[in-house]
Nanobody, 126 residues
Framework: QVQLVESGGGLVQAGGSLRLSCAAS????????MGWFRQAPGKEREFVAA????????TYADDVKGRFTISRDNAKNTVYLQTNSLKPEDTAVYYC???????????????????WGQGTQVTVSS
């Protein structure tokens, strides 16, 4: 069992940055692929970014590519999402998620992920 706790959300003006963190406990994070998803009010949860267990391969949703960066520190059992050039449409609850895999290619569908955090709110004002 993996427990995930997100932090780092908040209110920021358009063009600003936030660094989201996801701390894991219960199991060694290095065995898991990690992903970030988000859900805006009235919308379905959507994929943002994912990283394989070594950190050697990452993938991003098209609308965050070039602005967001996912990274991980397996020694600290923590995954990060650096969000830059934020836009009002980035406003959402951001969730960290994990699944066990040895694959080089992280998956992007939410149903592939077995463990989820409670989420952290990101609000971008115009």
């Amino acid at each position: 069992q993996v427990q995930l706790v997100e932090s780092g959300g908040g209110l920021v003006q358009a063009g600003g940055s936030l660094r989201l963190s996801c701390a894991a406990s219960g199991r060694t994070l290095s065995s898991y692929v990690m992903g970030w998803f988000r859900q805006a009010p009235g919308k379905e949860r959507e994929f943002v970014a994912a990283i394989n267990r070594s950190g050697g391969n990452t993938t991003y949703a098209d609308d965050v590519k070039g602005r967001f960066t996912i990274s991980r520190d397996n020694a600290k059992n923590t995954v990060y999402l650096q969000t830059n050039s934020l836009k009002p449409e980035d406003t959402a609850v951001y969730y960290c998620a994990a699944y066990y895999s040895t694959s080089y290619y992280p998956k992007t569908r939410s149903y592939e992920y077995d463990y989820w955090g409670q989420g952290t709110q990101v609000t971008v004002s115009s």
